[in-house]
């Protein structure tokens, strides 16, 4: 397998009336052997940034390396990369088994090892019984194991999966969900993962790239996204729900140091004063704080519950505090209705200042 390397690169598509920056400036590294998800918005540029390590799209600008060689001008074939697309692409009327081959027939395979490898491959994805089968009788959750295991039999430079699992029931996807990471555990390949779903995405990839308008905003661990994200947008796109953005003033009174806005809301920072100063005390924060680490029942702030939601073993309380909105997931113990006035507080490690200008992280 190989190292891709996108260096700064731009896709831009011209239209009749309009000009699209699909992919702005993106430079990227995706590890030998690496499990990477690219992760984002519908238009973000995803299947554009795919289709540039494929080479079925030529960048505007920048390069792209597979390993140390330039591979910007070179023919999809050439690059040997292996593709599946969030849509199966099978030949219904010949047999699974035969779909299967395809691959290693077109490289002159020889019969007994193809047989070993579809066999092989067959057993991995659990669609043994069906091999003598065609496909155009199956369903697509069969149909898109047999794609996958049509990718992985062969032996690419790269594996590139555009939302496969998306077009599938919610059983057959988390299945197929295990199943993909076991097998790139096992066989170390390298794995290039497009996705809007982030529970797919956080789960399977062992980094992702958050892409918005073209750019990629943060290219990090999932616990990293989660835990320290470099923007707002990062914070609120990763998490369910995502971060609590509240724009604030920060302002300095007998000594301590405030979030606070116009209509009352009020929150003791001066445990992070010294690292304010440090970056010249903006005057103006927005606080994030996931929902996870807003805590009811006490605190200094008061909330009142507009909106209970039921998820699972959990309650996402829609609240308004003062002149502002959050949420707050919470155990299912807190009982809290429409209407009720509660305190609130936040888990003080856990809160994350961002520049409103730029949504850029401060702390
Ligand atoms: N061939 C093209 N000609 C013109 N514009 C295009 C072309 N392909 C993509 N675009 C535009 O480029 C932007 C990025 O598209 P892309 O398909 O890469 O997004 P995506 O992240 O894969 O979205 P989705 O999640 O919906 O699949 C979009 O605004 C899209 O309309
Ligand atoms: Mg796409």
Redesign the pocket.
């Not at 080479?55 to 074939?77: A, I, M, N, Q, S």
């Not at 066989?187 to 995405?201: N, R």
């Not at 000594?255 to 992070?272: H, M, V």
């Not at 970056?279 to 704080?289: D, F, H, M, N, S």
């Given at each position: 397998m190989v190292r891709v390397f996108l260096d700064h690169v731009t896709k831009i598509?011209k239209?009749e009336k309009k000009r699209?920056v699909?992919?702005d400036d993106v430079t990227l590294e995706i590890p030998d052997g690496a499990f990477v998800g690219l992760l984002?918005?519908?238009?973000?540029?995803?299947?554009?940034?795919l289709r540039i390590i494929a080479g079925l799209e030529t960048p505007t600008k920048g390069k792209v390396y597979f390993d140390e060689e330039e591979v910007t001008d070179w023919e999809p074939r050439k690059r040997n990369v292996a593709m599946v697309f969030q849509f199966p692409v099978l030949y219904p009327t010949i047999t699974v088994y035969e779909n299967i081959a395809l691959p290693l027939r077109a490289a002159k395979e020889p019969e007994s090892e193809i047989r070993k490898k579809v066999k092989e491959i067959a057993e991995l994805m659990g669609i043994t019984e069906i091999l003598n089968e065609k496909p155009i009788k199956l369903d697509v959750n069969s149909k898109q194991k047999i794609s996958l295991a049509k990718a992985l039999i062969r032996d690419p430079s790269v594996f590139i999966l555009?939302?496969p699992l998306t077009v599938l029931d919610p059983k057959a996807r988390i299945e197929l969900r295990t199943k993909l990471k076991k097998i790139q555990l096992g066989m170390k390949k390298t794995m290039i993962y497009?996705t809007?779903d982030q529970t797919e995405s956080l789960t399977l990839a062992e980094k992702v790239a958050v892409?918005n308008a073209?750019k990629i905003l943060q290219y990090d661990t999932p616990e990293a996204l989660y835990d320290n994200p470099a923007n707002t947008f990062v914070g609120w796109f990763i998490g369910n729900p995502g971060m609590n953005l509240i724009e604030c003033d920060v302002v300095e009174e007998n000594g301590k140091l405030y979030l606070s806005t116009e209509g009352g809301f009020r929150y003791d920072i001066s445990f992070i004063a010294d690292e304010l100063k440090k970056l010249g005390q903006p005057k103006t924060v927005v606080l994030g704080i996931r929902p996870e680490f807003v805590e009811v029942g006490s605190g200094p702030l008061k909330a009142k519950c507009v909106h209970a939601e039921y998820v699972g073993n959990r309650i996402i309380l829609h609240l308004e505090s003062y002149d502002r909105t959050l949420k707050a997931k919470t155990p299912i113990t807190v009982r809290a209705r429409p209407g009720d006035t509660l305190r609130i507080d936040f888990v003080k490690e856990r809160i994350k200042l961002f520049d409103p200008k730029t949504g850029n992280a401060l702390l």
């Amino acid at each position: 397998m190989v190292r891709v390397f996108l260096d700064h690169v731009t896709k831009i598509f011209k239209g009749e009336k309009k000009r699209v920056v699909a992919v702005d400036d993106v430079t990227l590294e995706i590890p030998d052997g690496a499990f990477v998800g690219l992760l984002g918005p519908s238009g973000c540029g995803k299947t554009t940034t795919l289709r540039i390590i494929a080479g079925l799209e030529t960048p505007t600008k920048g390069k792209v390396y597979f390993d140390e060689e330039e591979v910007t001008d070179w023919e999809p074939r050439k690059r040997n990369v292996a593709m599946v697309f969030q849509f199966p692409v099978l030949y219904p009327t010949i047999t699974v088994y035969e779909n299967i081959a395809l691959p290693l027939r077109a490289a002159k395979e020889p019969e007994s090892e193809i047989r070993k490898k579809v066999k092989e491959i067959a057993e991995l994805m659990g669609i043994t019984e069906i091999l003598n089968e065609k496909p155009i009788k199956l369903d697509v959750n069969s149909k898109q194991k047999i794609s996958l295991a049509k990718a992985l039999i062969r032996d690419p430079s790269v594996f590139i999966l555009d939302e496969p699992l998306t077009v599938l029931d919610p059983k057959a996807r988390i299945e197929l969900r295990t199943k993909l990471k076991k097998i790139q555990l096992g066989m170390k390949k390298t794995m290039i993962y497009v996705t809007h779903d982030q529970t797919e995405s956080l789960t399977l990839a062992e980094k992702v790239a958050v892409m918005n308008a073209g750019k990629i905003l943060q290219y990090d661990t999932p616990e990293a996204l989660y835990d320290n994200p470099a923007n707002t947008f990062v914070g609120w796109f990763i998490g369910n729900p995502g971060m609590n953005l509240i724009e604030c003033d920060v302002v300095e009174e007998n000594g301590k140091l405030y979030l606070s806005t116009e209509g009352g809301f009020r929150y003791d920072i001066s445990f992070i004063a010294d690292e304010l100063k440090k970056l010249g005390q903006p005057k103006t924060v927005v606080l994030g704080i996931r929902p996870e680490f807003v805590e009811v029942g006490s605190g200094p702030l008061k909330a009142k519950c507009v909106h209970a939601e039921y998820v699972g073993n959990r309650i996402i309380l829609h609240l308004e505090s003062y002149d502002r909105t959050l949420k707050a997931k919470t155990p299912i113990t807190v009982r809290a209705r429409p209407g009720d006035t509660l305190r609130i507080d936040f888990v003080k490690e856990r809160i994350k200042l961002f520049d409103p200008k730029t949504g850029n992280a401060l702390l």
